[in-house]
């Protein structure tokens, strides 16, 4: 059990857990997850966690086909500029290594933004907290267990 698995248990959210082995070399982690789980890529979520010229750490969830637009995801933030955040403050306020960051579960609860385009699927995949592992979940229960806002964040 990961802790983001736990925090769907805890608040009884219906959920399926997908394991599959990862390859060593693949640095594509979202990509691999949606090729060998044989589900859309547009279906399969990566959480990407965002510094803020603010210095504040955020999260924003979107599908593993895209990529962040950091002018979005500052405007939703109300701030001027964004950028990825730095590996080791992601793995610190996470508590979750790189390819198996989940919007779940973090030891600390980060403001999390969850792109639109989830809302056009009765499931999503994210992280369930370690590479080779994803969650399957409504994107309502996503919203609810991380208190995130649904916003357009990908050109």
């Known amino acids: 059990m990961t802790p983001a698995i736990n925090v769907a248990k805890d608040h009884n959210i219906p959920h399926i857990v997908h ?11 979202g990509l691999e997850a949606a090729k060998n789980m044989a589900v859309p890529q547009e279906q399969v979520f990566k959480t990407l966690v965002v510094c803020l010229d603010s210095k504040e750490l955020v999260v924003g969830v979107i599908p593993v086909s895209s990529m962040l637009s950091m002018k979005l995801i500052a405007k939703a933030c109300q701030v001027k500029k964004a950028a990825m955040a730095d590996k080791d403050d992601v793995e610190r306020s996470t508590g979750y290594i790189l390819g198996g960051v989940s919007p779940l579960g973090q030891k600390k609860a980060l403001h999390t933004f969850i792109d639109l385009s989830a809302k056009n699927y009765d499931s999503i995949y994210v992280s369930a907290g370690r590479r080779g592992l994803e969650i399957e979940l409504s994107p309502d229960d996503l919203q609810t267990l991380t208190h995130a806002k649904f916003v357009k964040l990908r050109q």
Not at 19 to 29: D, L, N, V
């Open 19 to 29: 394991e599959y082995t990862q390859s060593e070399s693949c640095e594509a982690y």
